[in-house]
């Protein structure tokens, strides 16, 4: 880049620098400004020691300053003429010193340099002390720099075309004009001829500059189609990639969009200047002429370099999504979606008048059983600014669907390969045609691959697969990744496990609650960063056991029931039982923590201290509460009322301080209702329950996503409301709840006997102690039979 054009990119902090050094007389910055590319050119430093080379560069200066007068006669420059007049006479002093000018200016170069060292190291300090998203803004200032530097040679160039224009112009005003004149004189004919060989001779000259500076723009244009195609474009692909899957990444295209204009409109000026090379050969050529020879290269550069930039400026700006879908690139079919497309350059002659068409991939994969399907409803749209909040040029389609073709048999070459419905990708493609100038190019977008499904009961699983292609896949149009799927890094997986959460809650994992995760899936590790989970251990293993059931039955329990509590950071969640019985058994009685049921999909459950009569920390835990019980009451509700009844004493709450010691009112007020005990609205349902209390260490339970025994919650009744046994019954007929012990269909070992007590926790006045049940030591199954028949038993460990 040019000295001066580094100068003028620099922060304002460096302007005051620059124009503190031109308040000087001895170079005024108009001059150097306007004739900067010409100072640049010129070895000054010879000429301070060369007298001829110095009377040279004098006259060609006051020449320079002559062509920009008459340049501003034209634009009728009132002031710019002034100045330049003004600046030239202030020149004349040097007419007896031309070495003087020429030290004058290496002086002011040399200034210059220092600036720029300055600038230069100053930047490097800041980038020894910036971060990724500061390097991020660096990289994208460098390409602002870049983006005016395009713009200052296109300027450039015009000029000089301008002058080139005007060179020939005074060639063929004094050649015509010789031609009309009688000359006789034979040595006046010679001086002519010799007048016009050097004028033909700078014209030439000029030429050659001329072309010189169109493949230096063409170079830099490169350059920059390179970096906005080959590094900007895929950054945002994969950015938003990402978004699709909950990440939080800036997928926004105005930045994009400013760019690819940018270097669009520049390159669109090119072709006007070819147009006038054209133009100016055409009035005016002889032998060699470099426009003829190196012309029809350069603007085939220049045509293939557009097309490359408007090929790549078409894309999908916001990915295929139904209304009410589990998320984007699950569509189902016969049900609309929408789909907004975008062109990257923005022209505003073109509004409405680009028609864009929508189609699936013809390009399907020899895949046994793949399906194909048809594109119904507005299948064309024209690209409009109308639709864009930013102003930008879109096709935004709202009311698509899709049908499934009537199979057509297997067809030749179709290979064993064999993917379930929720395995296969699509492809959904948009077709469109850019005229503008004399310049047409037919354009294509994809969209990401998308799963379509006919029964919405596919929804999970077909998210699932889009979560996993997004995470793991770096060509968005390969829709036969799932024929050889890759295992994802723990780092990625957890990361993504954490977006759900994000995405859904505006709150996402914390490390400790990753690393649970990372500890279910591959058991005790030194480092978790090497391990890798395969895809048939996310969503495929053990039929519906898989880890990605468990992990997203908790996130829809969360979303629907948790929310507020889950984003205030009151709910510990995932937390192991060990990790759990560490905790409290330090902590004073009353703590309490709240964590996610790891055998029962979509549960949350509590557990607290109690001391027992040693003076030991007892830690109990309630059985799972479900959606069957939050749909009806709310779970700070639920941790508000609690309460528990032992022997002849008065109900209490034992829930007192959320885990480390924050009171419970305080950490859950702000939701409660606003009347309390009888007055509750929600009393008459808690008082109605059954709700079972297991010490912590009785039941080794063992969840779905286990690698490991881990201690579970408890016997967990898989059919009573609010996760709880059963429900106070009127009628006199028996009630019978079998339970079984959970056994992890993932391991291969089974669980042993186990001990459990429980509490039947309720307030009816009719009950008495009569009334408790005590489960066997040995007893594998659990009959709850009519109260009335059973005899007087104490309640288990609770009371003792």
């Known amino acids: 880049m040019a000295q001066w054009d580094r100068l003028r990119q620099l922060s304002p902090a460096y302007w005051q620098r620059l124009h503190e050094l031109y308040d000087r007389d001895g170079l005024p910055m108009d001059v150097r400004h306007y004739l900067s590319v010409w100072i640049e050119k010129q070895e000054w430093q010879r000429a301070a020691r060369d007298y001829g080379l110095a009377m040279v560069l004098y006259q060609v200066l006051l020449e320079n300053l002559d062509i920009q007068h008459s340049r501003f ?68 200032q460098d390409l602002e720099r ?114 690819f204009t940018c270097v669009a409109v520049c390159l669109f000026q090119v072709q006007e200047f070819f147009n006038k090379l054209e133009e100016l050969v055409g009035k005016m050529s002889y032998e060699n002429d470099p426009v003829k020879a190196q012309k029809p290269a350069l603007q085939k550069r220049a045509d293939a370099l557009l097309k490359d930039l408007l090929k790549s400026s078409f894309v999908v700006e916001t990915q295929p999504s139904m209304p009410q879908g589990k998320g984007p690139l699950v569509l189902r079919t016969n049900v609309q979606f929408s789909v907004k497309t975008r062109l990257l350059v923005k022209f505003p002659e073109l509004n409405h008048s680009m028609k864009v068409n ?122 036969m990744f799932f024929a050889n799927v890759p295992a994802a890094p723990w780092p990625q997986f957890g990361e993504m496990l954490s977006w759900q959460f994000l995405s859904a809650t505006k709150r996402g994992l914390d490390d400790d609650q990753r690393n649970m995760i990372a500890h279910k899936l591959f058991g005790k590790q030194q480092n978790y960063d090497i391990c890798k989970v395969t895809w048939s251990k996310f969503t495929k293993e053990n039929g519906q056991d898989t880890f990605w059931l468990w992990f997203d039955g908790i996130l ?75 749909c009806q009451i709310p779970f700070h509700e639920i941790i508000r009322n609690f309460q528990i009844l032992e022997a002849e004493n008065i109900p209490e709450n034992p829930l007192l301080f959320l885990y480390p010691d924050i009171p419970k009112d305080e950490a859950f007020g702000k939701w409660y209702t606003e009347k309390s005990g009888d007055d509750n609205p929600y009393m008459k349902y808690i008082k109605t329950k059954l709700v079972f209390v297991s010490k912590e260490n009785t039941l080794e339970a063992r969840s779905p996503m286990s690698c490991d025994m881990t201690q579970g919650e408890g016997l967990e009744p898989m059919n009573g409301p609010c996760g709880e046994a059963a429900e106070q019954e009127d009628e006199s007929h028996l009630l019978q709840s079998q339970l079984d012990p959970f056994q992890d269909p993932m391991l291969s070992s089974s669980l042993g006997p186990y001990e459990e007590d429980f509490l039947l926790n309720f307030e009816n006045p009719s009950i008495t102690n009569s009334d408790f049940i005590q489960l066997d030591s040995g007893t594998n199954d659990f009959v709850l039979s009519g109260f009335n028949l059973l005899s007087a038993k104490a309640c288990g460990s609770i009371f003792q």
């Open 73 to 140: 006669v034209q634009e009728e420059s009132f002031l710019q003429q002034h100045n330049i007049r003004r600046h030239k006479q202030t020149f004349q002093r040097y007419q007896d010193e031309p070495c003087a000018l020429a030290s004058t200016i290496v002086w002011f170069l040399e200034k210059e340099k220092e600036i720029l060292v300055s600038a230069d190291l100053d930047e490097q300090v800041q980038l020894l002390h910036v971060e990724q998203e500061a390097m991020e803004t660096t990289c994208h």
């Open 358 to 479: 929508v189609s699936m991939s013809r390009e399907a994969p020899q895949i046994k059983g793949y399906r194909r399907f048809n594109v119904l409803g507005t299948a064309s749209k024209d690209l409009n600014m109308a639709e864009s909040h930013s102003g930008g040029m879109v096709a935004d389609f709202r009311h698509l669907s899709l049908r499934e073709q009537k199979s057509g048999g297997s067809g030749k070459g179709i290979s064993d390969i064999s993917l379930s419905v929720t395995e296969e990708l699509h492809i959904i493609c948009f077709n469109t045609v850019f005229e503008l100038k004399g310049f047409s190019v037919e354009l294509q977008a994809s969209s990401l691959p998308v799963v379509i499904i006919s029964n919405s009961s596919q929804q999970q699983s077909a998210w699932a697969s889009i979560l996993w292609f997004n995470m793991l896949s770096l060509d968005p149009k390969d829709v």
């Open 556 to 630: 829809v329990m969360v979303k629907s029931y948790l929310e507020n509590i889950w984003r205030e950071g009151l709910i510990m969640g995932f937390v192991s039982k060990g990790k759990e019985k560490f905790l409290l058994r330090k902590k004073k009685r009353g703590t309490f923590l709240l964590r996610f049921s790891e055998s029962v999909v979509g549960g949350i459950t509590f557990s607290w201290v109690e001391i027992d009569s040693n003076g030991e920390p007892d830690i109990k835990t309630v059985q799972p509460f479900t959606k069957v019980d939050l």
């Open 146 to 259: 870049k983006m005016a530097g395009l713009r200052n040679d296109v300027q450039c160039l015009e000029h000089a075309i301008v002058c080139l224009e005007e060179q020939q112009d005074e060639f063929d005003f004094k050649y015509q004009t010789h031609k009309m004149e009688a000359v006789a004189d034979e040595a006046q004919k010679k001086e002519r001829i010799k007048m016009f060989q050097l004028l033909i001779n700078r014209l030439n000259e000029c030429r050659k500059s001329t072309l010189g500076d169109l493949t230096k723009l063409l170079d830099r244009a490169e350059h920059l189609i390179n970096l906005l195609v080959g590094k900007e474009l895929v950054d945002w692909q994969r950015r938003q990639q990402k978004s699709c899957i909950g990440a939080p990444d800036n997928v926004c295209l105005d930045q994009l969009e400013k760019w």
